[in-house]
């Protein structure tokens, strides 16, 4: 270590010692000055020694002092991700720049921080200068309309073609989603003509006015959306056998995760989803269907503690698949509260007793009830 590097470290601890607003803030002035004036004199362990001072300091600095490191790091492009992960979850007066500017948050960084922190830094990440699909796919999954409003009117949020076609989906009964789809580049033509019937009358003349649609093009389409759907209803069950063959391979195998059984609902394989989560569970299919539209989902929560699979994975598959039976009806944030305190409480040897019930008993309401129960009236059972 240099001599004047090892000065100025001292100066530093020096500093630490002061407890006071002033003390604090020109601590973090310091370390701030050292570390990016001074990066190619700094040896490794320099740097290191500098970034947990901060850490270990944040959590007592005022607000205004972790604000202005905050706006400080946040366009910085050889911060420490320890700290810039630090302060991304802090509250959102301090977290802002870094939730809106920081090139170094990584996606599962940002992914973490929308399933974990609140609504205004969800916000936040949805104006992103920079928003993959993964990412994106999260806030969609949020539910909250303020939210998803804000990823679609973000022109550098890049969105999945299944997310995209959700959307279209969704804003029949959200009016806030439809002029913000119809404003991106990225909106593919079939969608804004299924977009086309649902619309405000002024809306419509809007598209016919912005696109290149034939307004007699969209009667055509119309009869041919309702052949296709017709088309659809008469194939479905030859989508349940095939899917149903393709799970019995995947179980052979051993391949069937949790982290397979979201990626296939977000692919919108719905029939797939039912029948691998039955040879997951074990369960049959009817009773599987039952368990994973239950509204309040406990039923869910319990059969997925029951086979291990663990919080965030369950957030993820109870919101697709209230996505995915509830086509018309947005799905809130609200309703994942309660059944995530729900599945903390479940003792896995309480959800594996009931899975149990359940191969041999399909009124699995009843078994939910029983969980519920006082445990002197449960231990009778």
């Not at 977000?266 to 299919?285: C, D, N």
């Amino acid at each position: 270590m240099a001599q004047g590097s090892s000065n100025d470290i001292e100066q530093l601890y020096q500093l630490a010692r002061d407890k006071t607003i002033a003390g604090r803030k020109s601590l973090v002035n310091a370390v701030s000055d050292l570390f990016f004036d001074s990066q190619e004199l700094l040896t490794d362990r320099e740097k290191a020694l500098m970034t947990d001072i901060l850490r270990q300091l944040l959590h007592d600095m005022e607000m205004s002092v972790r604000r202005e490191l905050a706006e400080r790091l946040a366009k910085t492009e050889n911060a420490p991700h320890e700290l810039i992960i630090t302060l991304a979850n802090d509250k959102i007066e301090v977290a802002y720049p870094i939730l809106r500017e920081s090139e170094l948050l990584h996606d599962t960084d940002l992914i973490e921080i929308i399933h974990h922190r609140a609504l205004q830094h969800q916000l936040a990440i949805a104006m992103r200068k920079t928003l993959n699909e993964s990412v994106t796919d999260a806030l969609v999954e949020t539910g909250h309309e303020d939210v998803i409003k804000t990823m679609l009117e973000n022109p550098d949020a890049k969105l999945s073609k299944i997310t995209m076609e959700y959307l279209v989906d969704q804003s029949k009964r959200v009016d806030s989603y439809q002029n913000p789809l119809l404003t991106r580049s990225d909106l593919e033509p079939v969608l804004v003509r299924r977009m086309y019937w649902w619309v405000s009358a002024a809306m419509r003349k809007d598209i016919i006015a912005n696109f290149d649609i034939d307004p007699t093009e969209l009667d055509a389409s119309l009869e041919a959306t309702a052949k296709d759907l017709i088309d659809e209803a008469s194939s479905e069950l030859d989508k349940t056998s095939k899917s149903a063959e393709v799970a019995n391979r995947l179980a052979e195998i051993d391949e069937i995760s949790p982290q397979l059984l979201i990626e296939v609902l977000r692919q919108g394989e719905v029939p797939l989803f039912e029948a691998m989560y039955a040879k997951l569970t074990g369960l049959r299919p009817k009773l599987v269907r039952r368990i994973v539209y239950e509204p309040d989902g406990e039923a869910l929560a319990v059969a997925c503690k029951a086979v291990g699979i663990d919080k965030p994975n369950f957030a993820s598959i109870f919101m697709l698949t209230r996505k995915a039976h509830a086509k018309d009806k947005v799905i809130s944030p609200r309703e994942l509260t309660p059944v995530l305190e729900f599945f903390e409480n479940i003792k896995p040897e309480s959800a594996a007793l009931l899975l149990e019930r359940w191969h041999r008993d399909p009124d699995y309401l009843d078994s939910i009830r029983a969980l519920e129960a006082p445990a002197g009236k449960d231990d009778k059972n």
